[in-house]
T-cell receptor
Framework: NAGVTQTPKFRVLKTGQSMTLLCAQDMNHEYMYWYRQDPGMGLRLIHYSVGEGTTAKGEVPDGYNVSRLKKQNFLLGLESAAPSQTSVYFC?????????FGPGTRLLVL | GESVGLHLPTLSVQEGDNSIINCAYSNSASDYFIWYKQESGKGPQFIIDIRSNMDKRQGQRVTVLLNKTVKHLSLQIAATQPGDSAVYFCAERATGANSKLTFGKGITLSVRP
């Protein structure tokens, strides 16, 4: 039981490049989330999903897209990376109450 | 807008002492609250939760207190240990919010040996 896993762990992008962050959970949770964490800002919700095939915008969705084609996977895409998207990205999943977090992906956009 | 906040950015305590971390919330519709611990380089980890129909819940060395009258949440850690050094977040869930949580900005707990 791996819980929530994220790939990659670290990535450096140039402005304008695209990439996809992968989140996987093996707890059969319905809900999945993508957050970004910046110094002094806490965790801010980017997008979330309440079930396979569904997605919804969170607090800071601009510049990101997501897909939930399979229940266990939640993908976060950056179509054209900007330096403002330099951050640590966390994925989480839940059945309804407390959320289980992955180890994070550090993204640096130059 | 609604927000969850913490009173102090950092807290330094002596090893063996009790720690109290406070959190103020403003959404009176919140029905569920969680405390998370985040160690350096890791994701947040669940510590303890409490529902709005309770005012106190105890775990192993931790206690969460909820005062709905003044919209205040606290985390008490007994006999604080060096391994408790981390950033602590409170989070709230509003009723009907599709399980979405709103997180506070976090407070750093530093344990002095």
């Amino acid at each position: 039981n791996a819980g929530v896993t994220q790939t990659p762990k670290f990535r450096v992008l140039k402005t304008g490049q695209s990439m996809t962050l992968l989140c996987a959970q093996d707890m059969n949770h319905e809900y999945m989330y993508w957050y970004r964490q910046d110094p002094g800002m806490g965790l801010r919700l980017i997008h979330y999903s309440v079930g396979e095939g569904t997605t919804a915008k969170g607090e800071v969705p601009d510049g990101y897209n997501v897909s939930r084609l399979k229940k266990q996977n939640f993908l976060l895409g950056l179509e054209s990376a900007a330096p403002s998207q330099t951050s640590v990205y966390f994925c989480a999943s839940s059945s309804y109450s407390d959320q289980y977090f992955g180890p994070g992906t550090r993204l640096l956009v130059l | 807008g609604e927000s969850v906040g913490l009173h102090l950015p950092t807290l330094s305590v002596q090893e063996g002492d009790n720690s109290i971390i406070n959190c103020a919330y403003s959404n009176s519709a919140s029905d569920y609250f969680i405390w998370y611990k985040q160690e350096s380089g890791k994701g947040p980890q669940f510590i303890i939760d409490i529902r709005s129909n309770m005012d106190k819940r105890q775990g192993q060395r931790v206690t969460v207190l909820l005062n709905k009258t003044v919209k205040h949440l606290s985390l008490q850690i007994a006999a604080t240990q060096p391994g408790d050094s981390a950033v602590y977040f409170c989070a709230e869930r509003a009723t009907g919010a599709n399980s979405k949580l709103t997180f506070g900005k976090g407070i750093t707990l530093s344990v002095r040996p």
